[in-house]
């Protein structure tokens, strides 16, 4: 698990291998990644979107930029955590993934970035 607070906001991740299946005559390694967010602030927030950077060990990098996180545009109030489980698809079984989300600041009405870690997106086998 990696860890990381930004202004009050904790973003924890979890990664997992799932496996590989064809699609279009090509092999691709398919990851899962648990992210639970955590609001440590004094605050009440909203996330509004999300930027990711995957990088894949044999591709070029692949920028996703969007809105909320899986149709949902949670609110934190101080105390309060969201987890949700996304994945990803890579042509090679090792990568990594980082980015930010982009929140706002109910009592000061201000946007701000919270950095999501850099995670590793690995298949077991690929290190030996």
């Known amino acids: 698990m990696v860890s990381q607070i930004t202004r009050g906001i904790k973003i924890s991740v979890l990664t997992s291998f799932e496996g ?6 090509k092999i691709h390694f398919a990851f899962s990644y648990e992210i639970t967010i955590e609001n440590h602030s004094k605050d009440s927030v909203q996330l509004i979107s999300r930027h990711w950077e995957i990088f894949d060990s044999l591709n070029d ?13 949670p609110v934190l109030k101080p105390g309060d955590f969201h987890t949700y ?8 079984p090792y990568g990594s993934m980082k980015g930010y989300f982009s ?11 919270v950095i999501v870690p850099s995670f ?7 290190l030996n």
């Open 120 to 126: 590793r997106l690995f298949a077991p086998f690929a």
């Open 85 to 92: 489980k996304s994945g990803c698809l890579l042509s090679s």
């Open 20 to 25: 590989t299946y064809f699609k279009n005559y």
């Open 61 to 73: 990098q692949e920028i996703v930029d969007g809105e909320g996180v899986i149709g949902k545009k």
């Open 103 to 113: 929140m706002i600041n109910f009592t000061s009405t201000r946007n701000f970035k």
